[in-house]
């Protein structure tokens, strides 16, 4: 069926980078998790992700042009997180860049079996021809567990986030904001390959629709892990916030009205 997935990336030192949920992998928009949106585990204590896609994000119904995302995930210590992303794009013959920061915590908390972790991102766009910027703030609370189903581990993710999106452009201001609620499956098909689904609710003044992704990952090496995935995760719907800001994105957490590739990979090192 549709819904089915992958986890449980055999025990190969707590570094195996590919694995789906179990494995630090940075999403588009920075922190660990799925090809989206964050689940509750977090990168190693003294390991680094550095992750980098081409996302055709020229496909999602805007003028933004493709986009490539840089991803780096630092764990600074037991339980926490620190990220920081850069993306490279165009908005019709105009130069952009986006650029962002996150942080993530994995609480020693457990409710009805969900292990919870907590976290948030900035991001900034800023487009030549515009001269002026995007932000977007995230903070998000999201439980994982480990289900069994049809002789496999099954990853599953289940969180809400409030996401806050504000422009100034051409001397216009606005902003919107709003909760969605999320969740994603994962599971593993084979030793070194996983696949994810994810999904995330609409809310009418931030997304287009609301976020689906399906998407696999593969390990290389247990330190390099490539991924391809289907999504319509889009930087940030600007024209929500104000008509002048039409066409414009900048953090990759809101459902846009069309799906594209996004094609990348995954180098882990430290500790």
Same mark, same amino acid.
């Given at each position: 069926?549709?819904?089915?997935?992958?986890?449980?990336?055999?025990?190969?030192?707590?570094?195996?980078?590919?694995a789906?949920? @179990?494995?630090?992998?940075? +999403? =588009?928009a920075?922190?660990?998790g799925?090809?989206?949106?964050?689940?509750?585990?977090?990168?190693? *204590?003294?390991?680094?992700?550095?992750?980098?896609?081409?996302?055709?994000?020229?496909?999602?119904?805007?003028?933004?042009?493709?986009?490539?995302?840089?991803?780096?995930?630092?764990?600074?210590?037991? %339980?926490?997180?620190?990220?920081?992303?850069?993306?490279?794009?165009?908005?019709?013959?105009?130069? %952009?860049?986006?650029?962002? &920061?996150?942080?993530?915590?994995? +609480?020693?908390?457990?409710? @009805?079996?969900?292990? =919870?972790?907590?976290?948030?991102?900035?991001?900034?766009?800023?487009?030549?021809?515009?001269?002026?910027?995007?932000? *977007?703030?995230e903070?998000?609370?999201?439980?994982?567990?480990?289900?069994?189903?049809?002789?496999?581990? &099954?990853?599953?993710?289940?969180?809400?986030?409030?996401?806050?999106?504000?422009?100034?452009?051409?001397?216009l201001?606005?902003?919107?904001?709003?909760?969605?609620?999320? @969740?994603?499956?994962?599971?593993? =098909?084979?030793s070194?390959?996983?696949?994810? =689904?994810?999904y995330? +609710?609409?809310?009418?003044?931030?997304?287009?629709?609301?976020l689906?992704?399906?998407?696999?990952?593969?390990?290389v090496?247990?330190m390099?892990?490539?991924?391809? %995935?289907? +999504?319509?995760?889009?930087?940030?719907?600007?024209?929500d916030?104000?008509?002048?800001?039409?066409?414009?994105?900048?953090?990759?957490?809101?459902?846009t009205?069309?799906?594209?590739?996004?094609?990348?990979?995954?180098?882990?090192? %430290?500790?």
């Amino acid at each position: 069926t549709k819904m089915k997935k992958i986890l449980s990336l055999g025990i190969a030192a707590g570094m195996l980078v590919s694995a789906c949920a @179990a494995y630090a992998y940075p +999403t =588009l928009a920075g922190p660990t998790g799925g090809l989206a949106l964050p689940n509750a585990v977090v990168a190693p *204590a003294g390991s680094f992700n550095v992750a980098a896609d081409y996302d055709r994000t020229g496909k999602t119904g805007t003028e933004i042009g493709d986009t490539v995302p840089v991803r780096v995930v630092y764990g600074i210590a037991k %339980g926490f997180e620190l990220g920081a992303d850069y993306g490279f794009q165009k908005l019709g013959d105009e130069n %952009g860049n986006n650029w962002g &920061v996150n942080l993530k915590y994995a +609480t020693p908390l457990k409710v @009805a079996g969900f292990a =919870l972790a907590a976290g948030g991102l900035y991001n900034k766009t800023k487009v030549d021809v515009l001269a002026e910027n995007l932000t *977007a703030t995230e903070f998000y609370l999201v439980g994982g567990t480990v289900l069994p189903l049809a002789g496999k581990s &099954v990853n599953l993710s289940l969180g809400a986030n409030w996401t806050e999106g504000k422009a100034k452009i051409a001397g216009l201001e606005g902003k919107a904001s709003g909760i969605r609620a999320a @969740a994603s499956v994962d599971a593993m =098909l084979a030793s070194n390959l996983c696949l994810g =689904l994810e999904y995330q +609710t609409a809310k009418k003044d931030l997304d287009a629709k609301p976020l689906s992704s399906i998407y696999a990952r593969y390990a290389v090496t247990p330190m390099i892990a490539v991924q391809l %995935g289907y +999504t319509n995760a889009g930087l940030f719907n600007a024209s929500d916030v104000t008509p002048a800001a039409s066409g414009v994105v900048g953090a990759n957490t809101l459902g846009t009205s069309k799906h594209h590739l996004v094609a990348g990979l995954n180098f882990v090192f %430290g500790k």
